[in-house]
């Protein structure tokens, strides 16, 4: 089962964003760290949520600044709230590991939901996995398997070799085996190591015509991009 991801990435921004913006993208790409964080905390402090997002990255990375969880939450808040996925996304994890605030899986999971309904698939994965775990919720099988639905569907080998495990222990669904195999087998094809053992462990336990289906529908969800694929 793979546990919870993370996204720690500097968004780039349309030229509409803004000179300050701009300006802190140019120092960072010639590695001019000062530069960038004082352009980006101008711009973030007015209400550039491009910059507001950077900000938080650096300050939880610890690039070209002294790591500062408790800066890093103050700024991903500020993009948050303007309803950025990505900056609810890492907030979430924030969170959820408790770096900068006190841990609350409950506000983590809020966060995730929000990053979730605008398709971050990672942020749809960890939701599985708090439902999985029941942390932050009410443990429920069922609900983890929604979510890891939707971020298969965008092609999440997490996600698929986690759904693999869902029906070959038949959690939240109903046993199967074939299912099983499918999922493990799409993402064994993105290169997911355990999935390809997984794979070959539920393989002993079916027929040679049950190996071939599970083969079929891997290629008939491949071709649909992993869409309708249950």
């Known amino acids: 089962m793979k546990k919870l991801l993370t996204l720690l990435i500097f968004l780039v921004a349309s030229a509409a964003s803004g000179g300050d913006f701009e300006d802190g993208l140019a120092a960072l790409d010639k590695k001019d760290y000062k530069t960038a964080i004082t352009k980006w905390k101008a711009a973030g402090m007015n209400g550039n949520a491009f910059a507001q997002f950077n900000l938080g990255v650096m300050y939880e990375n610890g690039e070209g600044v002294v790591q500062d969880y408790a800066e890093a939450v103050k700024w991903y808040k500020l993009a948050a709230a303007q309803g950025d996925a990505s900056v609810q996304f890492n907030l979430g994890n924030m969170y959820r590991k408790g770096q900068g605030v006190v841990q609350d899986y409950a506000e983590a999971v809020r966060l995730y939901k929000l ?15 708090m439902y999985y775990t029941g942390q932050g919720v009410v443990q429920d099988y069922a609900e983890a398997v929604k979510w890891y639905k939707l971020a298969a569907a965008q092609g999440d080998a997490s996600a698929q070799l986690n759904l693999g495990e869902m029906y070959y222990n038949g959690q939240g669904v109903v046993q199967d085996y074939l299912r099983a195999h499918m999922w493990w087998n799409l993402a064994a094809v993105s290169g997911d190591k355990s999935s390809v053992k997984n794979r070959d462990i539920v393989a002993t336990k079916m027929t040679a015509q049950q190996i071939a289906e599970a083969q079929k529908l891997a290629r008939e969800c491949q071709a649909r991009k992993f869409k309708n694929c249950d």
């Not at 990053?115 to 996995?129: E, P, R």
């Open 115 to 129: 990053a979730a309904a605008q398709g971050v698939a990672l942020a749809q994965f960890n939701l599985g996995n």
